[in-house]
């Protein structure tokens, strides 16, 4: 079992930056692909970026692509979303989600955490 936990996020206003944490449990989370999604009232939730069990291959969503860094660190079972230049369209609630395969849609993650809001002010 491996369980999230997110930390970071806030109210910015607009091309502000966050940072947002996700802390994992469990002996196999070096082995997992993790992820971020956002969910923003009344649309479906959406891939935002992955990150290979390595660290090596990362992928990003073209919304977010050169602004948001995804990044982990395996001693610290922890993944990271740096966002900069941040939009008032980025706001959203933010997941971060495990899955045994690289993959962008919310179907192929197994664990989720509990979100994190993240409200961008114009």
Same mark, same amino acid.
């Given at each position: 079992?491996?369980?999230? @936990?997110?930390?970071?996020? $806030?109210?910015?206003?607009? $091309?502000?930056?966050?940072?947002?944490?996700? &802390?994992?449990?469990?002996?196999?989370?070096?082995?997992?692909?993790?992820?971020?999604?956002?969910?923003?009232?009344?649309?479906?939730?959406?891939?935002?970026?992955?990150?290979?069990?390595?660290?090596?291959?990362?992928?990003?969503? +073209?919304? @977010?692509?050169?602004?948001?860094?995804?990044?982990? +660190?395996?001693?610290? %079972?922890?993944?990271?979303?740096?966002? %900069?230049?941040?939009?008032?369209? +980025?706001?959203?609630? *933010?997941?971060?989600? &495990? =899955?045994?395969?690289?993959? =962008?849609?919310?179907?192929? *993650? %197994? *664990?989720? $955490?509990? $979100?994190?809001?993240?409200?961008?002010?114009?």
């Amino acid at each position: 079992q491996v369980q999230l @936990v997110e930390r970071g996020g $806030g109210l910015v206003q607009a $091309g502000g930056s966050l940072r947002l944490s996700c &802390a994992g449990s469990g002996r196999t989370f070096a082995t997992l692909v993790m992820g971020w999604f956002r969910q923003a009232p009344g649309k479906e939730r959406e891939f935002v970026a992955s990150i290979s069990w390595s660290g090596a291959s990362t992928y990003y969503a +073209d919304s @977010v692509k050169g602004r948001f860094t995804i990044s982990r +660190d395996s001693a610290k %079972n922890t993944v990271y979303l740096q966002m %900069n230049s941040l939009k008032p369209e +980025d706001t959203a609630v *933010y997941y971060c989600a &495990a =899955s045994g395969r690289l993959g =962008s849609s919310p179907r192929e *993650y %197994n *664990y989720w $955490g509990q $979100g994190t809001q993240v409200t961008v002010s114009s």
